[in-house]
């Protein structure tokens, strides 16, 4: 479990490239994580979205 890092702001990085600013709400065992204050890049940097939560599967995550 990622305890030690939840609720601080971090990057996620996806294997296709899109990349998350997040805080981090909760990680379970398979590394699928739930965020809050998300602000997503698309992979090819031109767009950007606010959200207020996202989830995000363990197995499309690249860096964390």
Known sequence: S???I???LRLV???NGETYNVHLVNCDTRMNIHL???I???NDGDRFWRMP???ICGNTIKYL
């Open 36 to 38: 809050r204050e998300v």
């Open 13 to 15: 990085e996806l294997k």
């Open 40 to 42: 997503y890049v698309s």
């Open 2 to 4: 990622l305890v030690f």
């Open 6 to 8: 939840e609720d601080r």
């Open 53 to 55: 939560e996202c989830y």
